[in-house]
Nanobody
Framework: QVQLVESGGGLVQPGASLRLSCAAS????????MGWYRQAPGKQRELVAV???????NYADSVKGRFTISRDNAKNTVYLQMNSLKPEDTAVYYC?????????????WGQGTQVTVSS
């Protein structure tokens, strides 16, 4: 059984920083990619940042230069450092992993963590 557990969300003022963490646990044989998506009220879920098993990263244009994704392979953990937060960053942030577990290769999702940017 593979689980993704997120932490680090909260309520902050515009311009502040937050760091999200997501740890993957369970029977993981290969971890191909980990990253973050977000979903704001009334909007579709969108990619924020993804990091592949190498060093390739992909960021949404709206967060480039402000957010940084990183990964600790030994801990199967991915981080999202979010700086200069804006009200439009308010959303539920979901951790994502493309990995091979006991039942084969598939996508996994965390339960989501709320990020609210408001003065």
């Amino acid at each position: 059984q593979v689980q993704l557990v997120e932490s680090g969300g909260g309520l902050v003022q515009p311009g502040a920083s937050l760091r999200l963490s997501c740890a993957a646990s369970g029977n993981i044989f290969s971890l191909y990619a980990m990253g973050w998506y977000r979903q704001a009220p009334g909007k579709q879920r969108e990619l924020v940042a993804v990091l592949t098993s190498g060093v390739n990263t992909n960021y949404a244009d709206s967060v480039k230069g402000r957010f940084t994704i990183s990964r600790d392979n030994a801990k199967n953990t991915v981080y999202l450092q979010m700086n200069s937060l804006k009200p439009e960053d308010t959303a539920v942030y979901y951790c994502y992993a493309d990995l091979r577990g006991y039942t084969g290769r598939r996508d996994y999702w965390g339960q989501g963590t709320q990020v609210t940017v408001s003065s």
